[in-house]
């Protein structure tokens, strides 16, 4: 069952299939640079059911100013681990 405090306006907007399937998806997403980190958390926001994440480059101080979730502890770290 979809959670109407969490999904009513999207709910509203997609109707209860879309939303139905959208909690029933796996999802891969390759690549995190700054499109990628907003592509990642919108779908999960979405209520997707799974979120796969793929990325070979490392973390550095230029993905500092686009990537909420990193930190200076994280340089070196490969993006989808950090």
């Known amino acids: 069952e979809i959670d109407d405090s969490l ?11 879309a ?10 997403l390759s690549g995190l640079n700054g499109l990628g980190v907003e592509i990642a958390k919108n ?8 979120l796969t994440i793929h990325d070979d480059d490392d973390c550095s ?4 100013g686009s ?6 502890d994280k340089m070196g770290k490969n993006r989808a681990e950090a």
Request: proline content about 0%.
């Open 7 to 17: 999904y009513s306006r999207q709910r509203y907007v997609l109707g209860d299939q």
């Open 19 to 28: 939303m139905k399937r959208m909690a029933c998806s796996n999802v891969f």
């Open 43 to 50: 779908v999960v926001l979405a209520g997707i059911r799974q």
């Open 61 to 64: 101080m230029r993905d500092l």
């Open 67 to 72: 990537q909420f979730y990193l930190s200076e």
